[in-house]
């Protein structure tokens, strides 16, 4: 059904028309669109289950660090385990240990057995199986959907994270109410299952790999680092992304503050403030996914990079509500501008046989700099005023960016090529 109506009126999908015109790439979606959906909600579930147990907004703070330093520890591990013994087979054997992990959580905490040792215990197990899923599953996305559809794919995968920003709460929160957090949980653990099934029903053949050619996992560790160190558009790539990462993204944490200290708003504040940059990312993710060429990522990304810091800097000075909402709005569509052609040309350029090992420093990567950044941002407040710090911090990030823009124009073209231009 889904592809007759894409076959019918392809000018309503526009780029990603061709990626879920394939049965592979629709079977990933689908099951990607509700996982999203279900990772959302798990987080709320775990939240509200945390703040039940503890009522101390500290406890808050040590679950999500729980739950995120698993991940950065463990990517790289993961992506050389995938890349050696098959980015299907990680995803499905860690998809299958989450489910377990998450629905022994979740039915922990559904019959009221939870308590915050266990809780802790399970949210780092949970973290952990997922810093070797998602860079499984991810390495799969250009088997799926070959190189020139890339960016849609990785667009569609971002504007359904957007969507799931405010749709998987929604429901998480329907479920803490007529029953507890431990059902928001459980549909977590029903979303992964889903998700497995829908990759064991892919039909693709293995990448050829010899499991005994290197001398171990370690050493597969090793390999991905040096080809990331020694590819220059990597390179790069990683820098414009630690960058956004550790100067920019940790604006949505600051967000309180601003509503609450900057202008005075209160708890409506803040909602409008996450709307507008809910909003403004949503828009840009719905226009990304109908490109289809990579052609042209790196001036997106340019340009995006550099709107993004000059956005946050004429947030973080404007003293009117109502013309920062509009500008939020802008900054995070820039920033999400960035995120996904940073993303898709990191996914183009790497090859197949270290696609795991690299998207999975790039993971790392994307959840340590924002921590790191909201931790150096937020000190940093506390010294000389939240405006004078993302504001600096901006400023930072477009001094950054500025040096690396001749370099990233003068490797476009081989960038957006692939691999086997990049030599």
Known sequence: MIRRMINAHPQLFGGVARALAQRNYRLYALGHVAHVHGWWGNRLGIGWLTWELTEQATWLGIITVAAMLPVMITAPFAGAVADRYGHRRTAITAGLFGTVITGSLGMLAFTGQINLQLLVILNILQGAIFGFEFPARQALIPQLVGRENISAAVAFNSTTFQLGTFIGPVLAAALIANFNAGASILAYTASTAWMVLMIGMIDIAPLVRDETASGGIITDMRAGFRYVANERSLGLLFLVTITAGFFL???NDLMPGFAAEVFNRGAEGLGALTSASGLGALLVAIWLLTRSKTQGLVSI????????????????????????????????????ANQVSAYSLVQTLSRADMRGRVISINISLGMGAPALGTLSIGWLADQIGLSGALTAAAALAMVIILI????????RTAMEAGPEADQ
Request: net charge positive; hydrophobic share 70%.
């Open 404 to 411: 690396a823009v001749p370099a990233l124009r003068r490797r």
């Open 249 to 251: 993204r940790p604006y």
């Open 301 to 336: 990304l340019v340009v995006s990079s550099l709107l993004t810091t000059v956005a946050m800097i004429a947030f973080a000075l404007t003293p009117f509500f109502i013309p920062a909402l509009f500008i939020l709005a802008l900054a995070a569509g820039a920033l999400i």
